[in-house]
């Protein structure tokens, strides 16, 4: 997961969520996110004046339905998410 990321929002993950923790520790915080999910749709895509790609997307688990904005950068030939916005 932290493969798909910009370096910068690397670090702040590591930072708030899996420093001093063990790869079963990281595993486990990793798999209660998604466990319940039971779809992604993309609602839409916009290419930002910075040359990011923001994707609007419709997020839907077990108990309720909820909104996500991922925004993209592209690193070398690759493109990283760089932010994701919660929306509820």
């Known amino acids: ?36 999910v039971t779809g992604i749709k993309v609602q839409k895509k916009t290419v930002l004046p910075d040359g990011q790609v923001a994707f609007n997307y419709t997020l839907r688990d077990m108990l309720r339905k909820s909104y996500l904005v991922v925004t993209m950068r592209k690193i070398g030939d690759e493109w990283k998410v760089s932010s994701v916005e919660h929306h509820n």
């Open 1 to 36: 997961m932290l493969a798909i990321t910009t370096p910068e929002m690397r670090q702040d993950l590591e930072d708030k969520y899996f420093n001093n923790k063990t790869d079963q520790e990281r595993s486990a915080i990793l798999l209660e996110t998604v466990k319940n």
